[in-house]
């Protein structure tokens, strides 16, 4: 049951790493995700003194972006729009980066699935759904343990140093301190994607700040009714056939 989430996991922290890479000055060669959930993401022309950026990227992102998506969760608009965000972001890196065939094949039709659900589902369970997407992001370094602390890890077979000891050649320390480091922060950013959460609609706000935010207006997009996003945006514009009548003018039967 887990196995198309894992797999999620493992597209993002990848994604991550590409990007991270794009960020530094290089590019990204491909990525790939392999049926063993493990996946590898092949770059080049990064600045060579930022590479320890790109080889941080992949547990910082993931657990960055698994904070904002929890942030949102408890919103009107954040399930859905996020699950949609995440199909096209699927859609986009099959056309551009992920080479592999079970990697093409698996994210293309994990997007699918996610965009439909996006599309169709009610609204509890498309929450239930997001929040799953969500947490499984965040907390990749830990579903990820193993790897993080062991001497190498297996990718489709072979054996590869892991990021943490990619971390320790690059900026120094030790492997161990990094995985460390990049376990607490996950958790960190898990708890605080939970507890810092943006309120529904109608719901108290858990904090001061939250509350100031929501009186004056910060989520109304996040919380607004089912409508066109020009219209939510913008407010609607008074039709001739959706003004009051004027009672001077006013007919009856």
Same mark, same amino acid.
């Given at each position: 049951?887990?196995?198309? /989430?894992?797999?999620?996991?493992?597209?993002?922290?990848?994604?991550?790493?590409?990007?991270?890479?794009?960020?530094?000055?290089?590019?990204?060669?491909?990525?790939?995700?392999?049926?063993?959930?493990?996946?590898?993401?092949? /770059?080049?022309?990064? &600045?060579? @003194?930022?590479?320890? /950026?790109?080889?941080?990227?992949?547990?910082?992102?993931?657990?960055?972006?698994?904070?904002?998506?929890?942030?949102?969760?408890?919103?009107?608009?954040?399930?859905?729009?996020?699950?949609?965000?995440?199909?096209?972001?699927?859609?986009?890196?099959?056309?551009?980066?992920?080479?592999?065939?079970?990697?093409?094949?698996?994210?293309?039709?994990?997007?699918?699935?996610?965009?439909?659900?996006?599309?169709?589902?009610?609204?509890?369970?498309?929450?239930?759904?997001?929040?799953?997407?969500?947490?499984?992001?965040?907390? @990749?370094?830990?579903?990820?343990?193993?790897?993080? /602390?062991?001497?190498?890890?297996?990718?489709?077979?072979? &054996?590869?140093?892991? &990021?943490?000891?990619?971390?320790?050649?690059?900026?120094?320390?030790?492997?161990?301190?990094?995985?460390?480091?990049?376990?607490?922060?996950?958790?960190?950013?898990?708890?605080?994607?939970?507890?810092?959460?943006?309120?529904?609609?109608?719901?108290?706000? &858990?904090?001061?700040?939250?509350?100031?935010?929501?009186?004056?207006?910060?989520?109304?997009?996040?919380?607004?009714?089912?409508?066109?996003?020009?219209?939510?945006?913008?407010?609607?514009?008074?039709?001739?056939?959706?003004?009051?009548? @004027?009672?001077?003018?006013?007919?009856?039967?």
């Amino acid at each position: 049951v887990l196995y198309p /989430f894992t797999i999620f996991s493992t597209w993002i922290h990848e994604v991550c790493h590409g990007l991270a890479a794009i960020m530094v000055g290089g590019s990204i060669e491909k990525l790939e995700v392999f049926p063993d959930t493990s996946g590898l993401a092949t /770059f080049s022309g990064a &600045d060579s @003194n930022r590479l320890a /950026f790109v080889a941080s990227a992949g547990y910082q992102g993931t657990a960055v972006i698994g904070m904002l998506l929890l942030w949102i969760r408890r919103t009107k608009r954040g399930p859905r729009a996020g699950t949609m965000a995440i199909a096209l972001m699927m859609f986009i890196s099959v056309a551009l980066w992920v080479r592999n065939a079970f990697g093409i094949a698996f994210i293309l039709g994990l997007g699918a699935v996610l965009g439909i659900s996006a599309w169709y589902l009610s609204s509890w369970w498309l929450r239930n759904l997001y929040v799953l997407l969500a947490v499984t992001c965040a907390l @990749n370094a830990i579903t990820s343990i193993q790897a993080l /602390f062991g001497s190498t890890h297996q990718v489709n077979g072979q &054996d590869v140093t892991t &990021d943490a000891h990619a971390m320790a050649d690059i900026q120094g320390g030790t492997s161990t301190m990094w995985a460390l480091l990049w376990l607490f922060l996950a958790l960190g950013l898990a708890l605080m994607g939970m507890i810092f959460a943006i309120p529904g609609p109608e719901e108290p706000a &858990d904090f001061t700040l939250c509350g100031m935010c929501q009186d004056i207006g910060c989520f109304y997009i996040c919380n607004a009714k089912g409508q066109r996003l020009w219209t939510t945006l913008f407010g609607k514009k008074q039709n001739v056939e959706d003004s009051p009548t @004027n009672p001077e003018n006013s007919n009856v039967a």
